[in-house]
């Protein structure tokens, strides 16, 4: 019989519904690297259920979740140090998740705001999928007992109904069997805006290429979309303070911050009172050369998409020695009959 020992475990995962951007990179994946060490477990997911909760061509998703995987090994996640796995590869998602299911309440879902910004006016006519979706997130994270989760801001509603869900299981039944797990919200690129409009998110699903820098653009394209970002007339100030009203200077300085790994009152003491058209080479030369040599791998991995499906057949082979006990111990606790 597994006990709950809550070991330092984290989990985090990306859907595979588009190119990997550079606020995938800053909010996430980079800090995925970063936490791969002695100090936690870590088991990083491409939530391809996830992605079906809108339509997706079989093909594309096929060919994303590959590109997902690549993309998180030529960012620096070692498939050895961590374990890299597929959703659908690991069937205790999905069987944890009906347990969650019948555990979360239809007030919880209705309160969360992706599903009223995603579904619109038509929530009627969204599947059902994604307004229930979060019960499948839970159950990601707790089928591995995950103590810690690297989230953008973004996904913190999501969060907190997984520790509701794990509270509530564990009153109801009378156990202290899943962790309330924390949020690792951190950074300073936590949530990138579009290169378009600094008061929206970064998207793969803005019509507008411009939009985004992708991790699969080349070094001339990364150093195009950053002279072509949107800016105002103003000089760059020398304190933070002087970025407020100034959503697209704050989001440009912010990227800089970011892949420069420093404070952004730092920052500020080098490039303030420069104009954008002296910032912005500085900040494309960067970009350049943090991220080409990630575009040239991930085309290296995606050119040999058997080692991919070899690294993802192994990660769930290791993601079931955890999830696998710990579901029969789910199941015994609500009063399954055992196998």
């Not at 339509?55 to 998180?72: I, N």
């Not at 705001?113 to 999928?129: E, I, V």
Request: with cysteine; charged share 25%.
């Amino acid at each position: 019989m597994i006990q709950p020992s809550f070991a330092p475990r984290v989990f985090s995962g990306i859907q595979p519904s588009g190119e990997l951007t550079l606020g995938n990179y800053l909010g996430a994946i980079k800090r995925f690297v970063d936490m791969q060490g002695p100090e936690f477990e870590t088991v990083y997911c491409m939530v391809d259920l996830h992605a079906m909760t809108v339509w997706q061509e079989p093909h594309d998703l096929l060919k994303s979740t590959r590109e997902l995987c690549a993309g998180f090994i030529a960012s620096g996640i070692d498939p050895e140090r961590s374990i890299l796995i597929c959703q659908s590869h690991v069937p205790e998602h999905a069987q944890l998740a009906w347990i969650f299911n019948c555990v979360a309440r239809v007030g919880w879902m209705q309160r969360m705001t992706q599903f009223k910004d995603k579904a619109g006016k038509n929530s009627q006519r969204a599947s059902l999928g994604l307004f229930c979706y979060p019960a499948l997130m839970a159950a990601d994270i707790l089928i591995y007992h995950a103590t810690h989760v690297p989230v953008g801001e973004d996904q913190k509603q999501h969060l907190e109904l997984t520790r509701d869900i794990a509270a509530k299981f564990n009153h109801d039944y009378g156990v202290e069997f899943f962790p309330i797990t924390e949020p690792v919200i951190e950074g300073l690129a936590t949530r990138v805006m579009s290169l378009r409009d600094g008061t929206k998110k970064m998207s793969k699903s803005d019509p507008s290429d411009m939009s985004r820098i992708n991790l699969t653009d080349n070094s001339d394209t990364i150093a195009l979309k950053i002279r072509k970002a949107r800016t105002d007339t103003q000089s760059l100030p020398s304190e933070p303070d002087g970025l407020k009203e100034r959503p697209e200077a704050q989001n440009l300085v912010n990227i800089y911050a970011a892949l420069a790994g420093q404070p952004i009152e730092k920052v500020l003491e080098e490039i303030g009172g420069k104009q954008f058209s002296e910032f912005k080479p500085l900040l494309a030369d960067l970009a350049v050369a943090e991220l080409a040599p990630i575009s040239t791998k991930i085309k290296k991995l995606t050119s040999d998409t058997s080692e991919i499906d070899r690294i993802l057949r192994r990660g769930a082979e290791r993601a079931r020695h955890i999830t696998h006990p710990i579901l029969e111990r789910v199941y015994q606790i609500v009063g399954m009959v055992p196998k």
